[in-house]
T-cell receptor, first 113, second 114 residues
């Protein structure tokens, strides 16, 4: 499978716990994006990487959120001290260039109880 | 603040008819426009992209862009029950400040009635 891969697909965690999600983009894509989607809403941009450099962060990304792409390949998104409001689908997308089509992974559905 | 507006629906269309989905956007410097289909509980799937004014056809799908009116639409011909999904309009701007990512509308829920 050469598409964008995300792991895990589902995560249930207790409030206050830390969680980490992984995204493996399409191999030749140097841009990687993280989005969050809640019920009834479109995806909201969180952050993106060009290769290993994190070039943009949304105001939605509080200091409890951190993302890395250490070698310019896979990326991780960590949420510390999770809150019930963090419950959402976390989507990763990749694209070879800034202005071209972005392809999404299957998403990680987070439920904070 | 970049905004993308879509009618949330539901939009109900008989099988075999043409479904017309509309989207308006606020940022005049937007350059790239995309339609994604999203089934319930699944991730968005890219179905069309359009970059210049006019129509772009791909199979049963036609995307239409009018930058002067800041309007983009998606037509689905010969609608099938499998087309029932939420359709997300996404817009990308070039350069400037702010997020480099896509700005999405809330989506239009389309129901194709057999």
């Amino acid at each position: 499978d050469t598409g964008v891969s995300q792991d895990p697909r589902h995560k249930i965690t207790k409030r206050g716990q830390n969680v980490t999600f992984r995204c493996d983009p399409i191999s030749e894509h140097n841009r990687l994006y993280w989005y969050r989607q809640t019920l009834g809403q479109g995806p909201e941009f969180l952050t993106y990487f060009q290769n290993e450099a994190q070039l943009e962060k949304s105001r939605l990304l509080s200091d409890r959120f951190s993302a890395e792409r250490p070698k310019g390949s896979f990326s991780t998104l960590e949420i510390q001290r999770t809150e019930q409001g963090d419950s959402a689908m976390y989507l990763c997308a990749s694209t070879p260039h800034s202005n071209t089509e972005a392809f999404f992974g299957q998403g990680t559905r987070l439920t904070v109880v | 603040q970049k905004e993308v507006e879509q009618n949330s629906g539901p939009l109900s269309v008989p099988e075999g008819a043409i479904a017309s989905l509309n989207c308006t956007y606020s940022d005049r410097v937007s350059q790239s426009f995309f339609w994604y289909r999203q089934y319930s509980g699944k991730s968005p799937e890219l179905i069309m992209s359009i970059y210049s004014n006019g129509d772009k056809e791909d199979g049963r799908f036609t995307a239409q862009l009018n930058k002067a009116s800041q309007y983009v639409s998606l037509l689905i011909r010969d609608s099938q029950p499998s087309d029932s999904a939420t359709y997300l309009c996404a817009v990308k701007s070039l350069g400037g400040g702010g997020a480099d990512g896509l700005t999405f509308g809330k989506g239009t829920h389309l129901i194709i009635q057999p």
